[in-house]
């Protein structure tokens, strides 16, 4: 067990410094990446780690607000985090999902006939034949919806901006804020970060800039939210000290 977990957290070291290096340099990721560590206990290792983290982003945004929501005692904490998850679903997943709408390198080809990213697809059908990839049928069922026209709750494709990487930032940068927290806690909430972001671009959801754009976002709401928290977590004015008398000044003869 100890063997399996150290090869498991090795692989994905591996894959994910890789990754990060290949995101930042606008290339294929999944194309570059992939034959560095195609062994098959690495590749699986690595493969398996971004596909749970991905899927458990969901948890996150459950979890995260309920721990948000009763558990922390910082009030302007609170307050700051359900400011940033409104506004960030509203400005981020809304108003930005509309103005810069695109279908990521999973829908590119289906949709308008681009074949760039068909190297990267081929790779996870691929590794699909061997260990399952889930997410592909999850895009097969989203480009189905999109074909007949089904454009209901979750049925959308829209890649630009990154929710799960904007999401995940939003949770790092509150849970860094909880005094009771642990250190590691903290970390691992920014190692998940960097895994949803090579995650996205991997499994072909999302080009890395949607990633850029959806934390440059973030960041900014973030910022915005803590003088409104402040504002909303301000103590009102006890009404002795809203009716206080004038003093007067005594009458002279």
């Not at 945004?61 to 409104?86: Q, T």
Request: hydrophobic share 50%; glycine share 6%; with cysteine.
């Amino acid at each position: 067990m100890t063997e399996n977990l150290s090869l498991r957290f090795t692989a994905f070291a591996i894959q994910l410094v890789i990754a990060v290096y290949w995101c930042l340099s606008g290339s294929n990721t999944c194309a570059r990446s992939a034959p560095t560590c195609s062994a098959p206990p690495v590749a699986w290792a690595g493969q398996q780690t971004r596909k749970r983290a991905y899927h458990a982003w969901l948890f996150l945004v459950y979890a995260g607000s309920i721990y948000f929501c009763f558990l922390a005692k910082d009030r302007e904490l609170r307050a700051r985090y359900f400011i940033g998850y409104f506004a960030i679903w509203t400005v981020v997943g809304v108003a930005m999902a509309i103005g810069f709408a695109s279908v990521g390198p999973c829908f590119l080809a289906p949709v308008f006939g681009d074949h760039r990213f068909d190297q990267q697809m081929a790779y996870l059908r691929m590794a699909n034949e061997h260990y399952p990839v889930f997410v592909l049928a999850v895009q097969d069922q989203l480009l189905a919806w999109h074909q007949q026209g089904n454009h209901g709750l979750a049925t959308g494709i829209s890649a630009m901006p990154s929710m799960h990487v904007s999401m995940a930032l939003l949770f790092a940068l509150s849970i860094s804020k909880v005094s009771k927290v642990s250190r590691v806690a903290g970390a691992c909430a920014w190692i998940f970060v960097g895994t949803i972001f090579v995650a996205s671009v991997h499994l072909a959801y999302h080009y890395a800039v949607d990633g850029y754009v959806a934390a440059a976002a973030t960041l900014a709401i973030w910022a915005l939210a803590k003088p409104l928290a402040q504002v909303a977590t301000r103590a009102p004015k006890q009404p002795s000290e809203q009716l206080q008398p004038t003093p007067t000044r005594p009458a002279t003869t």
